[in-house]
């Protein structure tokens, strides 16, 4: 019923000794099929309705300028992976990238942070299930996101060209419902538009204050956790149809439509809500029904948890794919990676690995959620850093002489986006900094103790041969 990765012993990769080409995942989606997952993976109504409400606390009318920024941020980044995914087009996305062109260490330390990423944000996304199917039924926001999860492994252990279909429909259903909201928020306008750029908070007692800089960038690690799920591309590299070209389109638009659904409803929320107390509390559902009726507030809700749904979906997908990468590469102990490498006959997933992603998924559900937030914007700032430190190398040696897409503007976009990202980790809260220290400590420790002494049978990081600018990328 199932087939597993055999041990290597051939070589493909300038890391490794030689050992066996790997096995490929099955190339079986192209432009469409990339974009609809990608989409659905960066979800950006979920994003809108879920992590959005949360910042105006905080940023109050700043919140659409500080996510612009992030987005001008995140340009410089999907450079960086266009570049990077189409020249190590592999499903185990920003390690594979790292590891091949800077070192097996560096490569180690980003998929530890990638694996706070994919482990963290479905449950972060799911939570707001249970709010948004309030107008239908009660349930408790945890076992509400607990019982997505479990549904959205189900549908990962499917075949991926049968999910693309399903996501996108899924994604519509979600670009409506912020289409909606756009529309009654800047049809009920009730402040200058100025703030937007001038940007305040409420201090109480009806008196506004002005939303520092500081502040601003402080929240810029939300801000780019909202916008990240761009790079679900570069996961998807070895199952995209010539990567070359249909990685970089797919990294770039969807960026530039993920920022468009969440930023223009973002504006029309700060420019629509009634007062600022109404805007801070971040109580979406409250405002659409504000804005309409119940009936319009309760279709927005329910397609709002539509995307949820297909968000955790697709989320489970890309994630799998990084548990099957690392086992393909022998990061774990023999019987872990013949799991985590075991792959369905009959649809092609690696089924084992996508259990592994959904099941605890579900369990950190039970977490508090603004813990799960705090450690994700920080692994995300600091995997971006590591990332565009890759990117300065991506044209050295025989790099430089292969097929793949090229950024504008290098060096200086990754030196840029180093020297910015680094500042935006030193404005992060204490708890989150050490939260994701301790992680990658951890994960350190079982480099030095594990991996390192074993180079030559563990952490063998591969692109399958074919994908190295040898055929058709």
Same mark, same amino acid.
């Given at each position: 019923?199932?087939?597993?990765?055999?041990?290597?012993?051939?070589?493909?990769?300038?890391?490794?000794?030689?050992?066996?080409?790997?096995?490929?995942?099955?190339?079986?989606?192209?432009?469409?099929?990339?974009?609809?997952?990608?989409?659905?993976?960066?979800?950006?109504?979920?994003?809108?309705?879920?992590?959005?409400?949360?910042?105006?606390?905080?940023?109050?009318?700043?919140?659409?300028?500080?996510?612009?920024?992030?987005?001008?941020?995140?340009?410089?980044?999907?450079?960086?992976?266009?570049?990077?995914?189409?020249?190590?087009?592999?499903?185990?996305?920003?390690?594979?990238?790292?590891?091949?062109?800077?070192g097996r260490l560096a490569g180690w330390i980003v998929f530890v942070l990638s694996l706070i990423v994919v482990m963290i944000v479905p449950p972060i996304i799911?939570?707001?299930?249970?709010?948004?199917?309030?107008?239908?039924?009660? $349930?408790? *926001?945890? %076992? #509400?996101?607990?019982?997505?999860?479990?549904?959205?492994?189900?549908?990962?252990?499917? &075949? @991926?060209? =049968?999910?693309?279909?399903?996501?996108?429909?899924?994604?519509?259903?979600?670009?409506?419902?912020?289409?909606?909201?756009?529309?009654?928020?800047?049809?009920?306008?009730?402040?200058?538009?100025?703030?937007?750029?001038?940007?305040?908070?409420?201090?109480?007692?009806?008196?506004?204050?002005?939303?520092?800089?500081?502040?601003?960038?402080?929240?810029?690690?939300?801000?780019?956790?909202?916008?990240?799920?761009?790079?679900?591309?570069?996961?998807?590299?070895?199952?995209?149809?010539?990567?070359?070209?249909?990685?970089?389109?797919?990294?770039?638009?969807?960026?530039?439509?993920?920022?468009?659904?969440? $930023?223009? *409803?973002? %504006? #029309?929320?700060?420019?629509?809500?009634?007062?600022?107390?109404?805007?801070?509390?971040? &109580? @979406?559902? =409250?405002?659409?029904?504000?804005?309409?009726?119940?009936a319009v507030g309760t279709f927005i809700s329910l397609c709002i948890a539509l995307a949820i749904i297909n968000a955790g979906i697709v989320m489970v997908i890309?994630?799998?794919?990084?548990?099957?990468?690392?086992?393909?590469?022998?990061?774990?102990?023999?019987?872990?990676?013949?799991?985590?490498?075991?792959?369905?006959?009959?649809?092609?997933?690696?089924?084992?690995?996508?259990?592994?992603?959904?099941?605890?998924?579900?369990?950190?559900?039970?977490?508090?959620?603004?813990?799960?937030?705090?450690?994700?914007?920080?692994?995300?700032?600091?995997?971006?850093?590591?990332?565009?430190?890759?990117?300065?190398?991506?044209?050295?040696?025989?790099?430089?002489?292969?097929?793949?897409?090229?950024?504008?503007?290098?060096?200086?976009?990754?030196?840029?986006?180093?020297?910015?990202?680094?500042?935006?980790?030193?404005?992060?809260?204490?708890?989150?900094?050490?939260?994701?220290?301790?992680?990658?400590?951890?994960?350190?420790?079982?480099?030095?103790?594990?991996?390192?002494?074993?180079?030559?049978?563990?952490?063998?990081?591969?692109?399958?041969?074919?994908?190295?600018?040898?055929?058709?990328?």
């Amino acid at each position: 019923m199932t087939d597993t990765l055999h041990p290597p012993t051939a070589p493909h990769s300038p890391l490794a000794p030689p050992i066996e080409a790997p096995k490929s995942l099955k190339r079986s989606i192209g432009v469409v099929g990339g974009t609809l997952l990608t989409l659905s993976c960066l979800t950006p109504a979920s994003s809108l309705f879920v992590i959005v409400p949360p910042l105006f606390a905080d940023l109050g009318t700043g919140t659409a300028l500080t996510i612009v920024v992030a987005a001008l941020l995140c340009i410089a980044v999907a450079f960086c992976y266009s570049e990077l995914g189409t020249l190590i087009p592999s499903a185990g996305g920003e390690y594979a990238m790292v590891g091949t062109l800077i070192g097996r260490l560096a490569g180690w330390i980003v998929f530890v942070l990638s694996l706070i990423v994919v482990m963290i944000v479905p449950p972060i996304i799911t939570l707001g299930t249970g709010e948004y199917l309030a107008p239908i039924m009660q $349930i408790d *926001p945890k %076992i #509400a996101g607990a019982a997505v999860m479990l549904l959205a492994t189900v549908m990962g252990l499917l &075949d @991926l060209r =049968a999910n693309a279909w399903i996501t996108g429909i899924f994604l519509v259903l979600e670009v409506v419902a912020a289409a909606v909201v756009a529309i009654l928020g800047f049809s009920h306008t009730s402040r200058s538009a100025s703030v937007l750029i001038h940007p305040v908070t409420e201090a109480g007692h009806g008196v506004s204050t002005a939303v520092t800089a500081g502040t601003i960038i402080a929240g810029l690690a939300i801000a780019l956790f909202v916008l990240q799920g761009f790079s679900t591309a570069v996961y998807l590299s070895e199952e995209m149809e010539n990567p070359r070209r249909t990685v970089s389109r797919t990294v770039l638009w969807t960026l530039g439509i993920g920022a468009v659904v969440v $930023i223009v *409803p973002t %504006i #029309a929320i700060t420019l629509g809500a009634p007062d600022m107390n109404s805007l801070m509390a971040g &109580d @979406l559902s =409250a405002l659409v029904q504000g804005w309409s009726n119940s009936a319009v507030g309760t279709f927005i809700s329910l397609c709002i948890a539509l995307a949820i749904i297909n968000a955790g979906i697709v989320m489970v997908i890309q994630n799998s794919r990084v548990l099957y990468a690392s086992a393909r590469d022998r990061a774990w102990p023999a019987p872990v990676n013949r799991a985590f490498g075991t792959l369905s006959k009959r649809f092609g997933a690696p089924w084992i690995a996508t259990l592994a992603v959904g099941v605890p998924g579900a369990v950190l559900c039970f977490v508090p959620v603004e813990t799960l937030s705090g450690v994700t914007g920080a692994a995300v700032a600091a995997m971006y850093v590591v990332v565009a430190l890759a990117a300065l190398g991506s044209r050295r040696g025989g790099h430089r002489e292969r097929a793949a897409w090229r950024m504008p503007l290098w060096p200086a976009v990754p030196l840029l986006l180093v020297v910015v990202l680094a500042y935006v980790l030193t404005q992060q809260t204490a708890r989150d900094l050490v939260i994701t220290g301790v992680i990658v400590a951890a994960s350190l420790a079982y480099w030095l103790f594990y991996l390192r002494p074993r180079q030559s049978t563990r952490w063998v990081i591969s692109v399958p041969e074919e994908e190295m600018g040898l055929e058709n990328v």
